[in-house]
């Protein structure tokens, strides 16, 4: 199995803070990556696939960068209703496999 | 807008099979084009893809618990189902269904459930 590792685990950032995630594959998975957001008790928003390109509907601070084994989303300026956990996905060979999440915090 | 909702069971006893089924509405499974999956997420945990079907019957399932998994579809309900045998409390998660492109292999989980916990305990 792809292992997916996301750093931070957790991040403390204020609103309008720029704000990078990184997800790293225990193997190269060329551009199949989605990240997600999750907010509690509720399932998980695409964000980002095929690892740049932004969901429908998705606002334009939020952008994903990255190939082979090491990718990033980045939000270009938090926004409150950015707080939430986000999760990288891999879509490169099953089985398909998740991050650890990132939670994002108010500081 | 399609909508997939998950129902069965909320809690189930250890060794005896966990349920599920995923009704989809605002399209139809038999068209064809994506894939129907199953994920999961333990309390406070993470997120684990648990298996697809196609509309075919055609399947893939995780191998971490392909020994104790079925997952099947009905087209002429629009559901599809997962039956996970043996349960123990490490199974106690909530439960989600979703919706990938068959087409398109970089494609996300575009749409989900609203997820069901399910809990495993005497």
């Known amino acids: 199995d792809i292992q997916l590792t996301q750093s931070p685990s957790f991040l403390s950032a204020s609103v309008g803070d720029r704000v990078t995630i990184t997800c790293r594959a225990s193997?190269?998975?060329?551009?199949?990556l989605a990240w997600y957001q999750q907010k509690p008790g509720k399932a998980p928003k695409v964000l980002i696939y095929a690892a740049s390109t932004l969901q429908s509907g998705v606002p334009l601070r939020f952008s994903g960068s990255g190939s082979g084994t090491e990718f990033t989303l980045t939000i270009s300026s938090l926004q409150p209703e950015d707080f939430a956990t986000y999760y990288c996905?891999?879509?490169?060979?099953?089985?398909?496999?998740f991050g650890g999440g990132t939670k994002v915090e108010i500081k | 807008q399609v909508q997939l909702q998950e129902s069965g069971p909320g809690l189930v006893k250890p060794s005896q099979t966990l349920s599920l089924t995923c009704t989809v509405s605002g399209g139809s499974i038999s068209n064809g084009g994506y894939y129907w999956s199953w994920i999961r997420q333990r309390p406070g945990k993470g997120l684990e893809w648990i298996g697809y079907?196609?509309?075919?019957?055609?399947?893939y399932y995780n191998p971490s618990l392909k020994s104790r998994l079925t997952i099947s579809v009905d087209t002429s309900k629009n559901q599809f189902s997962l039956k996970l045998s043996s349960v123990t409390a490490a199974d106690t998660a909530v439960y989600y269904c979703?919706?990938?492109?068959?087409?398109?292999?970089?494609?996300?989980?575009?749409?989900w459930g609203q997820g069901t916990l399910v809990t495993v305990s005497s």
């Open positions: 193997q190269g998975i060329s551009s199949y």
């Open positions: 079907i196609y509309y075919s019957g055609s399947s």
């Open positions: 979703a919706r990938s492109d068959y087409f398109d292999s970089s494609a996300p989980f575009d749409y």
């Open positions: 996905q891999q879509l490169n060979s099953y089985p398909l496999t």
